[in-house]
């Protein structure tokens, strides 16, 4: 088994329901992706998930120079961001892929399958 990257990406800017046109899509998609979550506990996938605070709470630290520099906001300025992601434990790319395409329908955003190095 490997580990896999499922990474969530959306658009930077969020309205009043995320990317989500009504607060009943909203909390649609927040349960399509809890039972997915629970289905890839089930199945043994599961390793970690989370979703992410806005690209705009994010802080870069370059501690490349004597002292680490601190700059706020996301790294890269762009029109969509990583919302959230899954990190899962399967056999192979197929198997990723198959699941991926079953978090993207739950949660309704695209979602792009990397693995790990060295963890095959």
């Known amino acids: 088994m490997a580990h896999y990257l499922l990474s969530v990406h959306g658009p930077a800017e969020m309205g009043e329901f995320g990317n989500y046109g009504s607060k009943e899509e909203m909390e649609a998609a927040f349960a399509a992706t809890g039972a997915f979550n629970d289905k890839l506990h089930a199945d043994g996938y599961w390793v ?17 120079g004597d002292e680490p ?38 949660c309704g955003g695209k979602v792009e399958v990397r693995p790990f190095q060295g963890l095959a």
């Open 48 to 64: 970690f998930a989370g979703g992410l605070q806005s690209a705009s709470t994010a802080t870069v630290v370059d501690g490349q």
């Open 69 to 106: 520099v601190l700059s706020d906001g996301p790294y890269l300025e762009t029109k969509e961001v990583i919302g959230g992601f899954w990190v899962i434990d399967a056999p192979d790319l197929d198997v990723a892929i198959r699941l991926a395409a079953e978090g993207s329908k739950a």
